[in-house]
Nanobody, 124 residues
């Protein structure tokens, strides 16, 4: 059973950093490929970053490349998203997602499990 719970969101000023966490209470985390998505008000959910099960491969949306870093700790069943130099346009609800598929995945239809989301608000 995969159950994902995000945390770490909040209200910050532009230029600040936040680290989001996504904890899985199940026993299969180390075999799952993971991803982060976000949904801004009035917009569709979009891909942010993805990582494979052994952290050997990561992929980022162009909009966050060099600004965000995805990582995972399989011993802690936890996925992370380090977000630096935050901008108001990064304001969104951030979701983590998991799939049993191998590799990195950018499209949400390939993800089978989703967290409830955590709000990130960046003020100017």
């Amino acid at each position: 059973q995969v159950q994902l719970v995000e945390s770490g969101g909040g209200l910050v000023q532009a230029g600040a950093s936040l680290r989001l966490s996504c904890a899985d209470s199940g026993r299969t985390f180390s075999s799952l490929s993971m991803g982060w998505f976000r949904q801004a008000p009035g917009k569709e959910r979009e891909f942010v970053a993805a990582i494979n099960s052994i952290s050997s491969n990561t992929y980022y949306a162009d909009s966050v490349k060099g600004q965000f870093t995805i990582s995972r700790d399989n011993a802690k069943n936890t996925l992370y998203l380090q977000m630096d130099s935050l901008k108001p346009e990064d304001t969104a609800v951030y979701y983590c997602a998991a799939t049993r598929g191998l590799g990195v995945w950018t499209k949400e239809q390939y993800y089978e499990y989703w967290g409830q989301g955590t709000q990130v608000t960046v003020s100017s």
